[in-house]
T-cell receptor, first 115, second 111 residues
Framework: GAVVSQHPSWVICKSGTSVKIECRSL??????MFWYRQFPKQSLMLMAT?????????EQGVEKDKFLINHASLTLSTLTVTSAHPEDSSFYIC???????????FGDGTRLSIL | QKEVEQDPGPLSVPEGAIVSLNCTYS??????FMWYRQYSRKGPELLMY????GNKEDGRFTAQVDKSSKYISLFIRDSQPSDSATYLC???????????FGSGTRLLVRP
């Protein structure tokens, strides 16, 4: 149980394009979903937290207009990297949890490469 | 000082060895503690989830939390080459959704 699916797993695109990443909880309804960024050989950095039907809460230093998050249902959250540039290249990982006292379960990540 | 400290390794052990992975943390308000395993180019996989101090066992894995010394451990018995991965510890306060991760320890289990 507690499977989180992320799509796509890898995307390469040109500078200036926008990229959408999907995160789905397959076998449970997620009250809260989280988006992280991970650079090589570093730990996960929380970017934002989203609750179904409400605006996302962004961590300090994360540009809201750059990283658009939509949490339209209890099983789906999307992250759109707008006007992506090479410095946005990274490994983006989502997670989801059922309730406040429950652990976060992670997707397999999306490797984003901006040329 | 980071809130959660982990030795980056790599820790290299022979197959079948008992592995001990450790973290220290500074926030005395942490109540939830987690261990995740992360293979290269994959997302973290939850191994152990504990609340407050004590031990928890699941198969070959045992998690220990000592809140008095702010020390958490993960023991892996009968280690296998497939256990080779990066192990991340994390803590969380009761009142917060935010996980605070260590930087991870890379484990290599030699056949």
């Amino acid at each position: 149980g507690a499977v989180v699916s992320q799509h796509p797993s890898w995307v390469i695109c040109k500078s200036g394009t926008s990229v959408k990443i999907e995160c789905r909880s397959l076998d449970f309804q997620a009250t809260t979903m989280f988006w992280y960024r991970q650079f090589p050989k570093q730990s996960l950095m929380l970017m934002a937290t989203s609750n179904e039907g409400s605006k996302a809460t962004y961590e300090q230093g994360v540009e809201k207009d750059k990283f658009l998050i939509n949490h339209a249902s209890l099983t789906l959250s999307t992250l759109t990297v707008t006007s992506a540039h090479p410095e946005d290249s990274s490994f983006y990982i989502c997670s989801a949890r059922v309730g406040d006292s429950q652990p976060q379960h992670f997707g397999d990540g999306t490797r984003l490469s901006i040329l | 000082q980071k809130e959660v400290e982990q030795d980056p390794g790599p820790l290299s052990v022979p197959e079948g060895a008992i592995v001990s992975l450790n973290c220290t943390y500074s926030n005395s308000a942490f109540q939830y503690f987690m261990w995740y395993r992360q293979y290269s180019r994959k997302g973290p996989e939850l191994l152990m989830y504990t609340y407050s101090s004590g031990n928890k066992e699941d198969g070959r894995f045992t998690a220990q939390v000592d809140k008095s010394s702010k020390y958490i451990s993960l023991f892996i018995r009968d280690s296998q080459p497939s256990d080779s991965a990066t192990y991340l510890c994390a803590g969380r306060m009761d009142s917060s959704y935010k996980l605070i991760f260590g930087s991870g320890t890379r484990l290599l289990v030699r056949p």
